[in-house]
C-alpha cells in the first residue's frame, strides 16, 4: 500500500469508529479471553491461551495500521459542482450492455464487494477526470482489455 493515503471524509470516519471499537471494546474483550486463559494452568499447552495471544497479535496490529493511515492521511472531499469524476464519485457505467456502480475511493478504503474502488486500480485510475457519455478503455489485472462508457456521475 502506499505511503500516503487519500481518504474520503466517510472513509476517514469509518476508520476513526473502527479505531475506537478496537481500542476499547475489542481490546478488553481480548484481555478477557487471556485472563480465563491463564486461568486454565500451564500456558505452554494452552490452546485457548495461544489463540488469545495471536488474535492480540493481529488486534494491535490492525490498530497500528489504522493509526499510521490517520496520522499519514489526506482527506480529499469531492468538488460538488464538477461535470468530472474524482475521488468520492459514484460512477454508474456500461460495460458492454452490464451496468455497474463504482464509487472511486482511496486504496486503504477499497472494498470490492462494496463497490469501492481504489483511485489507483486500473478502473479507478482510467475513471478519474473522466466526464459523463466518455467511452473509456483500460487494461485489467488480468490483461484483459475493460471497455466502459459513463452514463452517470454522483457526487
Known sequence: MADNYILTPEGKQQLEEELHYLETEKRAEVGERIKVAREFGDISENSEYDDAKNEQGMLEARIAEITRILGEATVV????????????????VDMGGRERVFTIVGAAEADSHAGKISNESPV??????????DEIETTGPTGRVIKMKIVNIEH
Open 77 to 92: 472531499a469531492t468538488p460538488k459542482r464538477s461535470n468530472s469524476v474524482h475521488i468520492g464519485s459514484t460512477v454508474t
Open 124 to 133: 479507478g485510475a482510467a475513471l478519474l477526470a473522466h466526464k459523463k457519455g
